[in-house]
């Protein structure tokens, strides 16, 4: 089946939303060419990768078909940059760090 064929019968049942139907084509099917433009993390990632404001979900898509057919890909590389961004180094419990 194709991907928006996918999300249509899947978001007919009571609790399945868009976004769920496409994390399923992402990471359970292996769906190339998918890009959840509702989800807060990819449009963050784009936000910071691109040093923009957060974009609406249509400007998301409409940039992203340059990703085209691997969006899922670039998805991928875009929650990675919230992640970059957002890590913390925290020194280890039990270092042996010397103190003063």
Same mark, same amino acid.
């Given at each position: 089946?194709?991907?928006?064929?996918?999300?249509?019968?899947? +978001? =007919?049942?009571?609790?399945?939303?868009?976004? +769920?139907?496409?994390?399923? !084509?992402?990471?359970?099917? @292996?769906? /190339?060419?998918?890009? /959840?433009?509702?989800?807060? @993390?990819?449009?963050?990632? %784009?936000?910071?990768?691109?040093?923009?404001?957060?974009? $609406? /979900?249509?400007?998301?898509?409409? %940039? @992203? +078909?340059?990703? =085209?057919?691997?969006?899922?890909?670039?998805?991928?590389? !875009?929650?990675? $940059?919230?992640?970059?961004?957002?890590?913390?180094?925290?020194?280890?419990? @039990?270092?042996?760090?010397?103190?003063?």
């Amino acid at each position: 089946m194709e991907d928006e064929a996918i999300i249509e019968r899947l +978001t =007919k049942i009571r609790g399945i939303g868009r976004w +769920t139907a496409e994390m399923l !084509l992402i990471f359970h099917l @292996g769906r /190339p060419d998918v890009l /959840p433009v509702d989800d807060y @993390g990819v449009r963050k990632g %784009f936000a910071i990768t691109y040093d923009r404001e957060l974009p $609406a /979900p249509k400007e998301l898509a409409d %940039f @992203g +078909t340059r990703w =085209k057919p691997y969006r899922s890909v670039a998805s991928w590389y !875009l929650w990675r $940059a919230v992640e970059r961004a957002t890590k913390r180094t925290v020194m280890p419990v @039990g270092s042996t760090e010397e103190k003063p």
